[in-house]
């Protein structure tokens, strides 16, 4: 990897973590508390909470019918989406301690605060839970998936591809086959470590 992409990386490492600080400066202003797992509000918000929340038959009428209609389709993923944490997180479960490599922490990826929204009813937090849960398991399964790239694959492809995760930045150029084993161990040895 060349001094010019090592600098681009470290500037985008440093944004990330700008970003970080202000969206938990924005949160400290939006009145509320984390408190191990549980989130309180101040007591002024929670009132207009309350006050914002749609009873569940107004909520039924003015809801789109196109989404009444595909709720069956949509929350008939969870079967597959149960199956895929299943067999990811055993796979993880067994594998990772082999290869050497940190667990992926599934509360880190998988977040389950909404129910705490007092404007929203209890079908939308449903919606909230549920939508939650499959963003995370992406985002969980895509951490594992990297890591185990890393371990076994970090090359980058020769064409450009849509989506790469943040580990895919560093890995090996396409076709640059200088040190290649000894660049693949310190991958694998840095797998090992805390991230």
Not at 18 to 44: C, D, N, W, Y
Not at 70 to 96: E, K, R
Not at 108 to 118: P, T
Not at 154 to 172: D, N, S, V
Request: contains cysteine; proline residues 3%.
């Amino acid at each position: 990897m060349n001094d010019r992409i090592r600098g681009l990386l470290n500037q985008m490492a440093a944004l990330e973590d700008e970003m970080s600080t202000v969206l938990h400066e924005q949160e400290t202003k939006m009145f509320f508390e984390i408190k191990g797992r549980r989130i309180e509000f101040e007591k002024a918000v929670k009132q207009t909470h309350r006050k914002l929340k749609k009873n569940f038959f107004h909520w039924l009428v003015t809801y789109r019918p196109q989404n009444l209609i595909t709720g069956p389709i949509i929350y008939g993923m969870i079967f597959p989406l149960l199956i895929l944490d299943a067999f990811v997180s055993f796979y993880q479960a067994t594998c990772f301690p082999i290869y050497g490599v940190i667990k992926v922490r599934r509360r880190d990826y998988i977040v389950l605060d909404r129910q705490h929204l007092e404007y929203l009813n209890f079908i939308e937090k449903f919606h909230c839970t549920y939508c939650a849960y499959g963003a995370g398991l992406t985002a969980y399964i895509a951490e594992i998936v990297s890591r185990t790239e890393q371990y076994f694959c970090p090359i980058k492809h020769a064409h450009k591809i849509l989506g790469t995760h943040k580990r895919y930045l560093g890995f090996i150029e396409f076709g640059d086959s200088a040190d290649y084993e000894k660049r693949l161990e310190e991958y694998r040895v840095a797998l090992g470590k805390k991230q």
